[in-house]
């Protein structure tokens, strides 16, 4: 994925996300908002609530958002921290866009989830923006995600502020499988369990994530998965 560090000022960035949001509704935006609806499923209240927008074509100042979706990344208070992005085009040779940040500092999608996460006292972590919203389409109001990466321990703090069991939900490739054995690594090394901190490693099927399971076999057989996970595989 590439990046390009400081591309937009804190108030550029608000705009930009405000205007994105409006041009998806627009007809500049039909595609891109039927792409968002029918093919990833989402609904206009998932859609508003991750402040989802596009950015047309003609704008003539953003050529790195032209033609994007964007998807704004929020600290757990709300605070906008960068613009991440995908371009509509699936064989762009630049699909996926982000502007620099510390991904290591930031959970996806916390702002919403968070309250959900103290009330259940639980949290799903996933990899990618779009699983986060595609399980919280689902009912699965309290996952976040990793911005792609591998989950670190500022993340791991960060999410077990609000709550004391974790499912490890990433992706069933060999990366995903490869992101659970260290973030189990990390639950040992730093002796999470003495704080009654529980982490469960659910296992998707090969080359299947999450988005893309919850949406072949619904809502329950994925909430049987969570709970085989959690009585087999409990730390």
Not at 44 to 49: N, P, Q
Not at 58 to 74: A, F, Q
Request: hydrophobic residues 35%.
């Amino acid at each position: 994925m590439s990046n390009l560090r400081d591309k937009f000022g804190e108030i550029e960035r608000l705009r930009i996300v405000e205007a994105a949001k409006r041009s998806l509704y627009k007809p500049e935006g039909e595609q891109a908002l039927d792409y968002l609806r029918n093919q990833r499923g989402f609904s206009d209240e998932i859609i508003d609530r991750f402040d989802m927008g596009f950015c047309p074509l003609n704008v003539n100042n953003m050529p790195e958002l032209n033609g994007r979706l964007i998807t704004p990344i929020y600290d757990a208070y709300g605070n906008l921290i960068a613009l991440s992005t995908r371009h509509l085009d699936e064989n762009h040779p630049r699909r996926f866009w982000h502007e620099s940040f510390n991904k290591s500092f930031y959970v996806y999608g916390l702002p919403y989830a968070k309250k959900f996460i103290v009330k259940y006292k639980k949290a799903i972590i996933v990899e990618g923006e779009f699983d986060v919203a595609s399980l919280h389409s689902n009912g699965f109001f309290i996952t976040v995600g990793t911005c792609g990466s591998a989950l670190t321990l500022s993340q791991i703090v960060l999410i077990t502020r609000y709550c004391s069991e974790v499912y490890l939900l990433f992706d069933g490739d060999n990366a995903g499988r490869e992101s659970i054995k260290k973030a189990m690594k990390l639950y040992d090394k730093h002796n999470f369990k003495l704080y009654d901190i529980t982490f469960v490693p659910a296992f998707l099927p090969k080359d299947i994530d999450p988005d893309k399971f919850v949406k072949e076999r619904g809502r329950i057989e994925l909430m049987d998965l969570l709970k085989r996970s959690k009585k087999e595989n409990v730390f």
